[in-house]
């Protein structure tokens, strides 16, 4: 069988096996949700995975590296203003970090299910440990061309900024667009919260 109809076919069964995560959760949705949504044969899947953890496993872990590809750094490219860091933070027009209350659902289930797994716990913390150098790099560089305060450690701030994102996935996965967690009130907000003025000069 050629290699580009086993590839359709595993991605297939991985973008069905994530709608069904999405709507049911992990534990929740059976091999047979899963068969039913991808329109397969249980052989089919079997061919591929050979148990729902294995395709939980997979599915996260294209979650992280979604999450990994969206916190790359461009050396190469100019830095972002103050205000674009906020958008790199967030990343609104790339999964899993866009404005889809499914993405948002989704990443909230892998972090759940980490605390379950060494394995993806492991694989998290590379992915937010390299979040955390990004971002903490170019608030060092705002901070050395003073737009933001030096007093705090630039890691710090980061962990601050990471922290937040956190919670706005959280409220985007609890309340969907219509709740809270609106994009645009978010980055409002933070772009707030980084550019006060500093009291003791003002």
Known sequence: ????????????ILDAARQCFIRNGFHATSMQDILAEADLSAGAVYRYFKSKDDIIAAT?????????????????????????????????????????????????????????SPLLRTKLQTVMEEARRVVGGLVARHQRHGLLSGDVPAEQVAEVLMALVDG???????????????????????????????????
């Open 168 to 202: 706005f996935l959280v409220s985007r996965a609890v309340y969907g667009h219509d709740g809270p967690a609106d994009s645009a009130a978010f980055r409002n907000g933070l772009r707030a919260l980084m550019s006060t003025p500093d009291r003791a000069g003002g």
């Open 1 to 12: 069988m050629p290699k580009e109809h086993l590839e359709a076919r595993r991605r297939q």
């Open 60 to 116: 996260a872990s294209e979650a992280l590296a979604e999450l990994a590809a969206a916190f790359e750094a461009d050396e190469s490219a100019a830095p972002p203003g103050l205000d674009d860091i906020v958008d790199v933070v967030l990343q609104v027009d790339r999964p899993p970090l866009s404005g889809s209350r499914e993405s948002a659902q989704f990443l909230v289930q892998v972090w759940a299910e980490a605390l379950r």
